[in-house]
């Protein structure tokens, strides 16, 4: 029995090397890919201040349209619960409300507050968009997206 387990402890040894040898190789090419995205999210991130956002949706680039700053929800519902999502810029045509843009985290999409903002508006047949503040909104995908909506 001495030589089988010298076999088994030979095989033992090498395939512990081998699995060790992949999950090494796998968690190099994980922190590779990793280290990757997180320096091209660096690279253009444009959109995290409400600023660049203000600079695009002026009246001057949507002519016959007003367009209202953090506007909060109790002015479409006066029930509205006070920790709904502000609506960040709101057009307006002729007075009344056509739609609604928030500027957000991606991770506040699945919270209270902006499911209660939603709600009111859908109650008030006014449109919302999203956008994302870090993504790569572009100048044109922005205005463009919201042209789209406005008709």
Not at 76 to 97: R, W
């Amino acid at each position: 029995m001495g030589f089988l387990d010298s076999i088994l402890k030979i095989v033992k040894e090498k395939v512990t090397e081998a699995v060790e040898d992949a999950v090494n190789t796998q968690n190099s090419e994980t922190s590779a890919e990793v280290n990757t995205v997180k320096k091209s999210e660096q690279k253009f991130n444009p959109s995290t201040d409400e600023n660049y956002f203000a600079g695009l949706l002026t009246e001057e680039n949507f002519p016959g349209y007003t367009i209202e700053r953090s506007v909060k929800l109790d002015t479409f519902d006066a029930s509205a619960h006070p920790k709904c999502f502000p609506i960040t810029f709101l057009f307006k045509k002729n007075g009344a409300p056509v739609l609604a843009v928030f500027i957000m985290n991606e991770p506040q999409r699945h919270t209270m507050p902006v499911f209660g903002s939603s709600v009111i508006l859908d109650d008030n047949k006014i449109r919302y968009i999203r956008f994302y503040k870090g993504w790569e909104n572009e100048r044109s995908y922005v205005l463009n997206r919201i042209k789209e909506n406005l008709i």
